[in-house]
């Protein structure tokens, strides 16, 4: 009995050492390495603020375009990370000069990036939404989660003897501060409060949650304290450095309790109308799920929406903590009215189609002719179609155009002979005297 307690005492302990080894994350820490790293990535000047700069550029023409790629470029470039593990160091060490200076050089890195977004988005041209923009409107829970576990995933990486660069441009990526920041700025010079209102709670989010996980890993891995000659000032700035951590953690736990609930609530609703759709046949749309007003709203084609389904859909909403939720259906449609409406529309599509089809054989050999056109004349170097309406005043035609872009060393002489070579060809190609050849500059 005795060999079999201490067998298992020391499977135990096999394991325990065994589950040590692979996350300790202790042994290989560079503290003195990693305090003068962060401190030396505070300061916003000179180089640093003009690549600031650049890289929202980069990230706000990224986002006006809906490019992730030119967005997860800017964020890899970008030195917005160091005043914020600053934050978190100051407060972990017990440092109330660095808290400042970091706090200061958070302050304009924040500023000088929504006024630059903020220049380039009250350019006109570069004022459309685009998902992009909108993606960065509409915080949840999960936003929480890739702040927080990216801020640990950096300090860690940032930590160790042999810098983990992969995980440190990884994490810039994942928790994305700089898209806020952009979409901040485009609300500002759109006087679209709620795309700056959103941006700026996503930014908060990200800058709280990779602050607190730096002070909890380096409080954690007992970086040595900042010690001061006045014991008095000493007990002074613990206390102010105590209250500035507790006030970035509540907000954390705040922010966490309230995106979870707000998450919660809109997947309910979403459950709801999923299920209504498979099960009942009903086609929502337009669905707006109002969490701070405690309403919902949408519109229904189809079959009907029973009482008893919105009963069991506030229900399952109370049951949550979500009472007196006002459900809105703006529009319902009955399903016989729907169905003659789709079928009219249908007819008059399909006759439309066959009609295009009859008049304009074109369409369906553009393909063919763009082959043929390509082979005849390789001067050309792009070709489109589209028809053009023409009237007399008296009666209104529909001219089938081929617009041709010919290639640069094309003088303007040689475009003409071979725009009336290439009209020529067409028309007898497509059995259509009307064609005409537009030359595209």
């Known amino acids: 009995m005795e060999n079999?307690?201490?067998?298992?005492?020391?499977?135990?302990?096999?394991?325990?050492?065994?589950?040590?080894?692979?996350?300790?994350?202790?042994?290989?820490?560079?503290?003195?390495?990693?305090?003068?790293?962060?401190?030396?990535?505070?300061?916003?000047?000179?180089q640093t603020a003009w690549v600031l700069i650049f890289s929202i550029l980069i990230a706000s023409a990224g986002l006006n375009t809906s490019s992730p790629a030119v967005v997860i470029g800017a964020?890899?470039?970008?030195?917005?990370?160091?005043?914020?593990?600053?934050?978190?160091?100051?407060?972990?060490?017990?440092?109330?000069?660095?808290?400042?200076?970091?706090?200061?050089?958070?302050?304009i890195m924040v500023a000088l990036s929504i006024a630059t977004s903020f220049l380039?988005?009250?350019?006109?041209?570069?004022?459309?939404?685009?998902?992009?923009?909108?993606?960065?409107?509409?915080?949840?829970?999960?936003?929480?989660?890739?702040?927080?576990?990216?801020?640990?995933?950096?300090?860690?990486?940032?930590?160790?003897?042999?810098?983990q660069y992969t995980t440190i441009a990884g994490v810039a990526i994942?928790?994305?501060?700089?898209?806020?920041?952009?979409?901040?700025?485009?609300?500002?010079?759109?006087?679209?409060?709620?795309?700056?209102?959103?941006?700026?709670?996503?930014?908060?989010?990200?800058?709280i949650f990779i602050a607190s996980a730096t002070f909890l890993i380096v409080r954690f891995l007992k970086f040595p304290m900042e010690e001061y000659l006045d014991s008095k000032r000493e007990k002074f700035i613990s206390n102010i450095v105590y209250i500035a951590s507790f006030i970035i953690l509540i907000p954390s736990?705040?922010?966490?309790?309230?995106?979870?609930?707000?998450?919660?609530?809109?997947?309910?609703?979403?459950?709801?109308?999923?299920?209504?759709?498979?099960?009942?046949?009903?086609?929502?749309?337009?669905?707006?799920?109002?969490?701070?007003?405690?309403?919902?709203?949408?519109?229904?084609?189809?079959?009907?929406?029973?009482?008893?389904?919105?009963?069991?859909?506030?229900?399952?909403?109370?049951?949550?903590?979500?009472?007196?939720?006002?459900?809105?259906?703006?529009?319902?449609?009955?399903?016989g009215e729907t169905l003659k409406k789709l079928n009219e529309i249908e007819k008059v599509y399909m006759a439309s189609q066959q009609i295009m089809e009859d008049k304009f054989p074109i369409l369906n050999s553009f393909d063919q002719i763009v082959n043929?056109?390509?082979?005849?004349?390789?001067?050309?170097?792009?070709?489109?179609?589209?028809?053009?309406l023409k009237s007399n005043f008296s009666k209104t035609d529909t001219i089938p155009t081929f617009f041709v872009k010919w290639k640069a060393n094309i003088t303007s002489e040689m475009t003409i002979e071979k725009k009336k070579t290439l009209e020529n060809w067409l028309r007898v190609k497509t059995n259509n005297n009307n064609v005409l050849v537009k030359i595209e500059e």
């Open 372 to 388: 043929e056109v390509k082979v005849l004349n390789s001067d050309i170097e792009s070709i489109s179609y589209g028809r053009i």
């Open 4 to 46: 079999n307690k201490g067998t298992f005492k020391e499977v135990v302990l096999s394991v325990k050492r065994f589950l040590g080894e692979i996350f300790n994350i202790s042994e290989d820490t560079d503290v003195q390495a990693t305090i003068l790293d962060v401190k030396a990535g505070i300061p916003i000047k000179g």
């Open 75 to 107: 964020m890899l470039i970008s030195p917005l990370m160091g005043p914020i593990m600053g934050v978190g160091l100051s407060l972990g060490i017990n440092d109330i000069y660095l808290l400042r200076k970091a706090l200061k050089n958070f302050g």
């Open 174 to 207: 994942a928790t994305a501060l700089m898209p806020p920041l952009c979409t901040a700025g485009y609300g500002l010079a759109t006087a679209k409060w709620e795309f700056f209102g959103g941006a700026i709670f996503l930014f908060s989010i990200n800058t």
């Open 253 to 335: 736990i705040f922010f966490f309790y309230k995106l979870y609930k707000k998450t919660e609530y809109e997947q309910t609703i979403s459950t709801f109308i999923e299920k209504q759709k498979e099960t009942k046949g009903v086609l929502i749309f337009d669905i707006d799920k109002d969490y701070n007003k405690n309403e919902v709203s949408f519109a229904v084609i189809g079959n009907k929406i029973s009482q008893a389904d919105l009963d069991s859909l506030k229900t399952a909403l109370n049951k949550k903590g979500y009472s007196d939720v006002k459900i809105n259906i703006l529009k319902d449609y009955h399903e």
């Open 120 to 163: 380039y988005f009250s350019i006109p041209v570069f004022q459309h939404e685009t998902p992009e923009l909108i993606a960065r409107t509409g915080p949840d829970v999960r936003d929480v989660i890739i702040a927080f576990a990216g801020g640990l995933a950096l300090i860690i990486a940032f930590s160790r003897r042999a810098k």
